[in-house]
């Protein structure tokens, strides 16, 4: 059940790479990250609200874990996808979604310093596996990093870095609110709110903002919502797998989005980013991985 919840926020993800970089041809990242976020909000709590009116169990407020989803959100999200949005610009959806996947190597060793979580040598293996896989999928055609400008590259590389440990601790702290208080939908709603008021506070001229938000191009606005509801839903499987399996291995699971970004990349909006035999390999190394962690 874990992985499968995990294979469907990797969905998710993937999916939100593709809107944002149609959202930010549009709209400015400072003002579309703010509706993204509301967005995630919103859509949160109407998920809490059905999960409360379904649930058989009654809902109990704890304070610690709800501590530890409100401090995911800060560092998950706020920080580490605004990074992720800065990466995208500089980088490129199928580059940046190769970075992204290497935050679940973070993940390993913050879950074993928070939450004392360790796997076996064969896990490990597993997870070295598809993390190389990943890696391996870049392609070395026309679209290769070496390709970019010296200045953006370096740009790119240090908001890769940041995004990497910002999403790779965020995840640990969402796993270890998760092994105090299981409560995924609205430990997720804690953590996006938190992520929401730190935007907010972070933004100085609300004036331009309001008029910026209020005079925009509409469809970057929509996109932008789109965003907001593919990252909610996202945040809240992977919360979920979390319950299930390993916080490493979820996390794992989630960023295998260059699976789905390079296909799409290079199939349906004609990227240069051209698929090999690297590529295949890689694929196939993930592939392999994923389905041998499942049967383990």
């Known amino acids: 059940m874990g992985i499968t919840l995990a294979l469907l926020a ?25 509706v993204m976020l509301a967005v995630n909000v919103l859509f949160t709590a109407v998920a809490w609200a059905l999960e409360l009116h379904l649930r058989g169990t009654q809902f109990a407020f ?42 679940p190597a973070v993940t390993l060793i913050a879950a074993w310093v928070l939450v004392g979580e360790r796997l076996g040598a064969y896990e490990l293996a597993l997870m070295a596996l598809v993390i190389v896989g990943l890696w391996v999928t870049q392609t070395s055609g026309g679209a290769g990093l070496g390709e970019l400008r010296p200045a953006a590259l370096r740009r790119g590389a240090v908001f890769g870095l940041l995004l990497i440990v910002g ?7 969402r796993g270890l609110a998760m092994r105090t208080w299981s409560e995924a939908i609205f430990g997720s709603l804690l953590g996006t709110g ?21 005079g925009g191009d509409r469809r970057g606005l929509a996109l932008f919502a789109a965003s907001g509801v593919a990252t909610a839903c996202g945040s809240i499987l992977t919360t979920s797998a979390m319950g299930y399996v ?51």
């Open 246 to 296: 390993e916080i490493a291995i979820a996390t794992l699971i989630t960023f295998t989005t260059p699976l789905v970004v390079f296909p799409v990349s290079v199939f349906v909006f004609g990227n240069r980013e051209g698929l090999g035999l690297r590529t295949v390999a890689g694929a196939v190394m993930v592939l392999a991985g994923v389905a041998l962690l499942a049967l383990r």
């Open 62 to 103: 704890q304070w610690k874990g709800a501590a530890w989803f409100a401090l995911s959100g800060v560092v998950g999200i706020f920080f580490g996808r605004r990074m992720l949005l800065d990466a995208i610009h500089a980088l490129g959806p199928a580059r940046t979604s190769v970075l992204h996947s290497s935050s």
């Open 167 to 173: 999403f790779g601790v965020g995840n640990a702290l």
């Open 194 to 214: 938190s992520a929401l008021l730190c935007q907010a506070a972070s933004i100085r001229a609300w004036p331009r903002a309001s008029a910026e938000l209020l």
């Open 10 to 34: 990797m969905l998710c993800f993937a999916a939100n790479i593709f809107i944002l970089r149609a959202a930010m041809a549009r709209m400015s990242i400072e003002w579309g990250f703010l």
